[in-house]
């Protein structure tokens, strides 16, 4: 199976806001921990996402390349739904409470296929097994 044309632009444009929002993080000078966490947990997402639709690293994935997935994901819902500006260390002037709440909720929806792909990796994974 190949990855399908929608997954190839959604792809591309994770890549392209990932790129964006790590600019935007440098920017706005968030914690260290939290940008280099970003940069991870999103190629890692990449790289399931690939590993998922491209038949021979499908065929040789383990249960141990996932180990991180529940971590991944349960970290970025606890950075976008519980997270604030403090913990986050980002200093946005001129963005409202709601804007900000706007902004992390997007994240989440827009990130969600990346999940679910990860999440069907680990289920043709298990069952393989």
Known sequence: ???PWWMQVYT????????????????HKTKKFILLYEF????YMVF???AYWTPTLLHNFSILNLIALPFVIGFDFYLTMW??????????????????????????????????TGILLTCHVIMTY
């Open 12 to 27: 591309i444009l994770f890549i392209i806001v990932l790129i964006s929002n790590l600019i935007f993080q440098l920017k």
């Open 1 to 3: 199976m190949s990855m």
């Open 83 to 116: 997270g604030n500006e403090e913990q986050l260390g980002i200093n946005i002037h001129g963005m409202s409470k709601n804007e900000f709440e706007a902004a992390k909720t997007v994240s989440i929806v827009f990130a969600s296929p990346a999940y679910i």
């Open 48 to 50: 399931l996402i690939y």
């Open 40 to 43: 991870f947990s999103a190629g």
